[in-house]
């Protein structure tokens, strides 16, 4: 937690001891009423435990220390579609209102905002236009962000906030109602509008304190694994907020954004192993995140273990080659399969001045087995298992020109321990100072055969069962090589059982 | 690495055999007594033929290529539209409707982005747009 959030923390827990104007103390509640099917029509006075129930007077002590508006804390909860996924889901805001009864009438305050926006079409239409959005994570990350223990935000999994200017003194009213309609979007044309559509929920509601919607959104949960995420205008956000450094304007996705790289190794370099390519196999993937100019001010991904059909221990790294003026800094996050609380030891801080090599997965064999099995998802008899997951998110100190992008798809490498040779892809260079490549003039990533030692394959290519031979595994894989032009989806064409179903469904989660 | 495993699929290849003979009788080819040796012509010599399409059977010559993946610079014409609004989003896609950009680009400057996909797989799609409802989505395609 940055300092920022830990000053937050103290504001936050300090609003939540002292009384409002009225005399009510200000502490953020979970409402009753829940948006479902992307609709909720919530009582403001009714509060998820029955005991917390609200006044009048305590919604007006909320509408004072959120400076006029009312405040709301959204809990994103949408199926995976398009980019969506457990650690960023997002939905659109069609309309929010606040209904207020009072001696006279109804009064309705219909002007909201919401920390970001999108451009999106709407159902049936074709164009685009921006609209405010609420962005989040899956759910399991839990909020901790107040000592104050009688908010419903901390210890909750709360994303974004909404807020509506609501210009009347609540305490002499009657009744008050949250109404609010999550946008349909033009699935049909992918993203933005898969991500930002609303499929699933209930999502639950709460009204927040200052300090609480402050700290949501600094948080801003799944914000940076969103689409085209557009910071709504300054002047339209609470004064008092500081959002984050607005997420870059554009990402550019390698090989895309719901697609991976699949790199697979023959770990006994430099001696020819059996030619199965499963000694160890990765999915990653990779964006950059661009400013309007077309500059590189972050760099991105996330990835999976896919199998290990190998013996040996070996480290797996992820090296951007970045030019040697670069500098920045970061974290990789590691999380055991089906897990979202990554694994101990991270988030791991890292920095780089000039390439950035991440070390992504330390001793693989440790990390990875299937029971007593050293091999896993590579046995021809073996149920298939999950591997772990690994992120990355790296700032850079200074805006990087397109011209001196790293080069895809990268260079990830192995550091086998057993040999103490690195394993590149053909045309890279050993770069450790520790392994024996440039010691034992094995710094050419071939065999004398012509094969290489690692190669990167479309997601879909399914891993050879253990010992099978690639060009057994795959007939027309000899004929691709030898520059056959019909043979080029070879991938598609496993061989009967000589494959595992190492799918994305598989290994992706 | 791991243990290795019987071999399985025997080698396939043939050697050719080859009857030589010496260089018996020396010249005299016009005399037509000579011909009483017998002269056995040798099969055409060929590379060791396998059909197996293990690589450990076949090497592969240095022209070979193993990159499944290539590089292309596309570019989108973003400053030829003429909008309402002010603002300029791009996506791109590829025919298998992979998304690999998606943001916001300079208005009045030229777009261009380094695209990676399966080889076979050239054709990408882009859509520019602006934050105004009033501005239809321009498309077009790229086959690199």
């Not at chain 1, 107040?146 to 002499?172: E, H, K, M, Q, Y």
Request: contains cysteine; glycine residues 8%; aromatic residues 10%.
């Amino acid at each position: 937690m940055n300092l920022v959030l830990r000053t937050s923390l103290f504001i936050a827990a300090l609003c939540a001891s002292l009384p409002s104007a009225h005399g009510a103390t200000v502490s953020s509640t979970r409402l009753r009423g829940v948006v479902e099917k992307g609709y909720g029509d919530i009582d403001l006075l009714r509060a998820g435990v029955q005991s917390r129930d609200l006044t009048m007077a305590q919604l007006e002590a909320f509408r004072r220390d959120n400076g006029g508006k009312l405040a709301f804390a959204v809990d994103v909860n949408e199926a995976a579609s398009g980019l969506e996924k457990s650690a960023s889901q997002g939905v659109a805001v069609e309309y929010a209102r606040v209904e207020v009864t009072t001696a006279s009438g109804v009064v309705q305050f219909s002007d909201f905002v919401t920390e970001t926006q999108s451009a999106i079409a709407t159902a049936g239409q074709s164009t685009r236009s921006l609209r405010y959005t609420l962005i989040g994570d899956g759910g399991s990350r839990l909020l901790t962000n107040s000592t104050n223990t009688t908010s419903d935000i901390n210890g909750s999994s709360f994303d974004a906030t909404i807020r509506i200017p609501v210009s009347i003194d609540l305490s002499t009213a009657t009744a008050a109602r949250l109404i609010v309609k999550f946008l349909d979007t033009n699935q049909a044309l992918g993203d933005p509008e898969s991500f930002y559509d609303y499929s699933n929920g209930f999502e639950d509601v709460a009204i927040a304190t200052a300090a609480d919607s402050l700290y949501l959104d600094q948080a801003a949960p799944g914000r940076t694994e969103a689409p085209l995420v557009l910071l709504a205008p300054t002047s339209t956000l609470l004064a008092t907020s500081t959002s984050p450094t607005p997420a870059a304007a554009s990402r550019a996705y390698f090989p895309s954004s719901d697609q991976f790289y699949t790199v697979a190794y023959e770990d006994q370099f430099p001696n020819r192993g059996d030619y199965d390519f499963n000694d160890l196999v990765v999915a990653y993937r990779v964006y950059l995140e661009l400013d309007t100019s077309g500059n590189a001010v972050g760099i991105g991904g996330e990835g999976y273990l896919v199998a290990r059909g190998g013996g040996f221990d070996s480290d797996w790294h992820l090296r951007l080659p970045l030019p040697a003026t670069a500098s920045g800094s970061g974290t990789v996050t590691v999380f055991a399969p089906d897990q979202l609380a990554p694994i101990a030891g991270h988030p791991r801080k890292v920095s780089f001045n000039g390439p950035a090599d991440l070390q992504v997965f330390t001793s693989v064999g440790t990390l990875w087995r299937d029971g007593t099995n050293d091999f896993v998802n590579t046995p021809k008899d073996q149920a298939l298992v999950r591997g772990h997951r690994f992120t990355f998110k790296l700032q850079l100190d200074s805006a990087l020109p397109a011209s001196q992008f790293p080069v895809t798809p990268f260079d990830p490498y192995l550091f086998v321990y057993n040999t103490g040779y690195e394993i590149h892809l053909p045309g890279r260079s050993a770069v450790l100072g520790n392994s024996r490549n440039v010691r034992d003039g094995r710094t050419t990533f071939v065999d004398p055969s012509g094969y290489p030692f690692s190669m990167i394959l479309p997601q879909d290519w399914q891993v050879p069962v253990e010992y099978t031979d690639l060009g057994l595994a795959y007939s027309d894989f000899l004929g691709f090589v030898r520059g056959d032009l019909a043979k080029q989806d070879w991938y598609a064409r496993p061989a009967t059982g000589r494959t595992k179903a190492t799918l994305p469904s598989l290994w992706k989660w | 690495m791991k243990p290795v495993p019987t071999r399985q699929i025997a080698p396939l290849a043939l050697l050719p055999i080859i009857f030589a003979l010496g260089a018996c009788g020396g010249g005299g080819g016009e005399s037509a007594s000579s011909a009483s040796s017998s002269v056995i012509t040798p099969p055409a010599v060929t590379p060791p033929a396998t059909n197996s399409t293990a690589l450990k059977d076949n090497a592969v010559g240095s022209s070979a290529s193993f990159a499944n993946f290539a590089t292309s610079a596309l570019s989108v014409p973003v400053a030829e539209v003429a909008f309402i609004g002010t603002r300029r989003f791009v996506k791109v896609t590829r025919s298998d409707g992979a998304t690999v950009f998606l943001g916001e680009v300079g208005a009045s400057q030229p777009f261009s982005l380094s695209v990676d996909a399966p080889i076979g797989k050239r054709t990408f799609s882009y859509e520019i747009f602006s934050e105004s409802a009033a501005d239809a989505i321009v498309r077009g395609e790229v086959t690199l």
